[in-house]
Nanobody, 120 residues
Framework: QLQLVESGGGLVQPGGSLRLSCEAS????????LGWFRQAPGKEREGVSCISSNGDTNYADSVKGRFTVSRDNAKKTVYLQMNSLKPEDTAIYYC??????????????WGQGTQVTVSS
């Protein structure tokens, strides 16, 4: 069974940090592009960051300089390091795997999401 499972979400104060992880099972990530998306209450899902199979990265303007995406193919895991978190970063975060690194929703596999709440 092909799955992506996110972890690492939680409650953090403004200015704090979290690292999200997304582990694949049932397939390897080596040849996949990977993306992170988020969906806040009442809003559409938006692309946050992506990383290609050769390590090229891209970020939404709202998170540039604060978030860093990375991958460890040996561990079949993609990470999202989130620093200087703001209340507007509160959302459910999803990882996805597909053929092309893009901030649009053109991915084949999706995780179930992990909640990130930024609040004092």
């Amino acid at each position: 069974q092909l799955q992506l499972v996110e972890s690492g979400g939680g409650l953090v104060q403004p200015g704090g940090s979290l690292r999200l992880s997304c582990e694949a099972s049932g397939f390897t990530l080596d040849h996949y592009a990977l993306g992170w998306f988020r969906q806040a209450p009442g809003k559409e899902r938006e692309g946050v960051s992506c990383i290609s199979s050769n390590g090229d990265t891209n970020y939404a303007d709202s998170v540039k300089g604060r978030f860093t995406v990375s991958r460890d193919n040996a561990k079949k895991t993609v990470y999202l390091q989130m620093n200087s978190l703001k209340p507007e970063d509160t959302a459910i975060y999803y990882c996805a795997a597909g053929p092309i690194a893009t901030l649009f929703h053109e991915y084949d596999f999706w995780g179930q999401g992990t909640q990130v709440t930024v609040s004092s």
